[in-house]
């Protein structure tokens, strides 16, 4: 079952430019995470937000988190060509808090 | 550094063949998990395991089964491999409470039943 749903499916943007992706899911939540996947490779972690935060930064990475909307939204300030991968938001289910289940991604492509 | 890694980066197997995937992670995490990533659907959870001789169904378990003898070691086996289990099929870890930890991923297996 899906639980999390990237928007957009794909963006194309230039070097220097800010990237922002939305993600958005159905039941309560303790965690939200955003990982990305360079293609054809595995999935590496990028940040963490639990449901009593509203925002977090790391590097060129800001996160926000909206429970009230069930949505959270990744920016990535001053983009760089080697930004370019697919990311993805995980939840856990507050009933159930040993999986994750991941949304179907947004495929960024970031031009030189 | 953790690290997860998988038996093959890419495998092709013949229709109704046995398949094994392999996992080996080097932290002593608790959990491990495999799951299938196909284009539109995002990454599905097959199975997961949060002990050793421990498993549990994820959203699509059909035509799967686990194995996990070792605390780094969690298998995937395909019984009679069919050509809709061509997939990537990638492999993580993490400690306890998945949800309020990140999981670990390997690099993933592309296999291909022909």
């Known amino acids: 079952s899906q639980q999390g749903e990237e928007d957009p499916q794909a963006l194309s943007i230039q070097e220097g430019e800010n990237a922002t992706m939305n993600c958005s899911y159905k039941?309560?939540?303790?965690?939200l995470q955003w990982y990305r996947q360079n293609s054809g490779r595995g999935l590496v972690h990028l940040i963490l937000?639990?449901?009593?935060?509203r925002e977090k930064h790391s590097g060129r990475l800001r996160v926000t988190l909206d429970t009230s909307k069930k949505s959270s939204s990744l920016l990535i300030t001053a983009s760089r060509a080697a930004d370019t991968a697919s990311y993805f938001c995980?939840?856990?289910?507050?009933?159930?808090?040993?999986?994750?289940?991941f949304g179907t991604g947004t495929r960024l492509q970031v031009f030189p | 550094d953790v690290k997860v890694t998988q038996s093959s980066r890419y495998l092709v197997k013949r229709t109704g063949e046995k398949v094994f995937l392999e996992c080996v992670q080097d932290?002593?995490?608790?959990?491990m998990f495999w799951y299938r990533q196909d284009p539109g659907l995002g990454l599905r959870l097959i199975y997961f395991?949060?002990?050793?001789?421990?498993?549990e169904k994820g959203d699509i378990p059909e035509g799967y089964s686990v194995s996990r003898e070792k605390k780094e070691r969690f298998s995937l086996i395909l019984e009679s491999a069919s050509t809709n289990q061509t997939s990537m099929y990638l492999c993580?870890?993490?400690?306890?409470?998945?949800?309020?930890?990140?999981?670990?991923f390997g690099p993933g297996t592309r296999l291909t039943v022909t």
């Open positions: 395991s949060y002990d050793v001789k421990m498993k």
């Open positions: 993580a870890s993490s400690p306890q409470l998945a949800g309020r930890y990140e999981q670990y």
């Open positions: 937000i639990r449901s009593n935060e």
């Open positions: 932290m002593d995490h608790e959990n």
């Open positions: 039941t309560s939540i303790n965690n």
């Open positions: 995980a939840t856990d289910d507050r009933r159930n808090t040993d999986k994750l289940i």
